[in-house]
């Protein structure tokens, strides 16, 4: 069994920031990308962020210059700086986690964290 543990979600003013954490154990073989997704009520899961095995990150637009994904392959984490907040970035914020396994890959998913941008 594999557990996704996100945290790090709260309320905070634009123009603040926030970290969110997520963590992977049980049985892993390998990690491959790791990245973040967030669903805003009323519209569809988009792509935040993600950074492959080899550290190369991938941002959406909405959020480049003001969004850090980094991870620690160590502690099979993967983290999320924001700054800037906007109230658009007011979401569901959810850790995806690729194994990869002999047998194949396989996408892990986090139960989410609330993340509000409100004054």
């Known amino acids: 069994q594999v557990h996704i543990v996100e945290s790090g979600g709260g309320l905070v003013q634009p123009g603040g920031s926030l970290r969110l954490s997520c963590a992977a154990s049980g049985s892993i073989f390998s990690i491959g990308a790791m990245g973040w997704y967030r669903h805003a009520s009323g519209n569809q899961r988009e792509l935040v962020a993600t950074?492959?095995?080899?550290?190369?990150?991938n941002y959406a637009d909405s959020v480049k210059g003001r969004f850090t994904i980094s991870r620690d392959n160590a502690k099979n984490s993967v983290f999320l700086q924001m700054s800037s907040l906007k109230p658009e970035d007011t979401a569901v914020y959810y850790c995806?986690?690729?194994?990869?396994?002999?047998?194949?890959?396989?996408?892990?998913w986090g139960q989410g964290t609330q993340v509000a941008v409100s004054s």
């Open positions: 950074i492959n095995s080899g550290s190369s990150t």
């Open positions: 995806n986690v690729v194994l990869a396994t002999p047998r194949g890959e396989y996408d892990y």
